[in-house]
């Protein structure tokens, strides 16, 4: 089986790619940098073929997706900082990006007949309330620019094509580019006090373990839409960071132990308000994997002490 899998750069992408060598799978990867930009270690992503692609070139995909003639589309490329997206001068690039160019990536799957992953988020709703989102509600209210446009994402492929996996996944961390963990860490280091949100609730999702599914959906037919975060339940972003220090100290760093840095929970009112809205309530219904005979991905601590010692070594 051949895959294709867009945003090689990031964080998911490149560890779909590592996860598809391990299983000794012919993957193409592609991002718009005209050369592979990841991190530059010995893992397998760094020694695959890569294509640069600009995915707002409709010509451009139709092109490569046909030379390429993939079995599966694993489309991990995205606009995903948040905030930005707010920005007048920049919606219609996030539209193009998110919306246009997974419609151009759907219509291309089509006319090839392969299957497709597309990878959304929990921010296609509207955050309210304390009851997880289950995968097939459609109570969609997106509450910023960066949902809209995932959600507009998710509408092409699944009026495109039957052959369709829609997961949606929240708070991902991975070793390749920038997330929560990273800053959290940087920030701890140089600061003694900090201040964390604890009113939006969720569960964080590591890219290593996220990887192992995407391709144990690519190898079955169960299509339709599903969740997928670690598993372990929820917890507030405030929670999260504590953990973070905890075991970062467990692992000797005892720069962020309670004597040198002390986490203040905060409402998100307190915090303030970041140019784009934030749902409170990210808790995603997994039990659709279980259902359909997936493997859910392990406890978030777990996911957490192995990334931590992967980026603490």
């Keep these: 089986m051949k895959f294709f899998v867009t945003g090689v750069n990031g964080q998911l992408g490149h560890d779909v ?17 005209p050369k592979y930009s990841g991190i530059q270690d010995d893992s397998p992503v760094t020694k695959m ?24 589309v694993v489309h991990c490329a995205a606009w995903t900082a948040v905030d930005l997206a707010e920005d007048a001068d920049k919606q219609e690039t996030v539209r193009k990006i998110n919306a246009a160019g997974t419609q151009y990536i759907a219509s291309a799957c089509k006319e ?17 309330g304390t009851t ?5 509600c459609k109570d969609y209210k997106p509450l910023n620019v960066y949902g809209q446009t995932k959600l507009l994402g998710e509408q092409a ?12 996944i929240a708070w991902v961390f991975g070793q390749n580019g920038k997330n929560f963990i990273k800053t959290m860490l940087t920030v701890g280091k140089n600061h003694d006090k900090l201040t964390v949100v604890n009113d939006q609730i969720g569960t964080p999702t590591y890219t290593f373990d996220l990887a192992r599914l995407l391709v144990d959906m690519a190898e079955s037919e169960k299509y339709g839409y599903y969740h997928a975060t670690n598993e372990g339940g929820y917890i507030s972003w405030y929670d999260f960071t504590k953990e973070i220090f905890r075991q970062a100290v467990a692992l000797g760093h005892t720069e962020y132990d309670e004597n040198h840095v002390t986490v203040f929970p905060v409402t998100t009112a307190e915090y303030g308000m970041s140019k784009a ?32 010692k992967e980026v603490l070594q």
Excluded: H
Aim: one cysteine or more.
């Design 49 to 72: 073929p890569y294509i640069s692609l600009d995915i707002t070139d409709k010509e451009a995909v139709t092109r490569i997706l046909k030379e390429t003639a993939p079995d599966i």
């Design 157 to 168: 492929v699944a009026n495109t094509l039957e052959k369709y996996f829609i997961v949606r």
């Design 17 to 33: 790619m590592n996860e598809l060598s391990s299983r000794s799978y012919e993957g193409i990867g592609s991002d718009i940098a």
């Design 277 to 308: 809205a934030r749902p409170f309530n990210s808790r995603l219904d997994k039990s659709k994997l279980v259902e359909a005979g997936f493997t859910p991905l392990p406890d978030w601590k777990d996911a957490l002490q192995r990334y931590l």
């Design 112 to 128: 090839l007949d392969c299957k497709m992953i597309y990878l959304s988020t929990d921010y296609v709703f509207d955050g309210q």
């Design 132 to 136: 997880p989102w289950k995968p097939d």
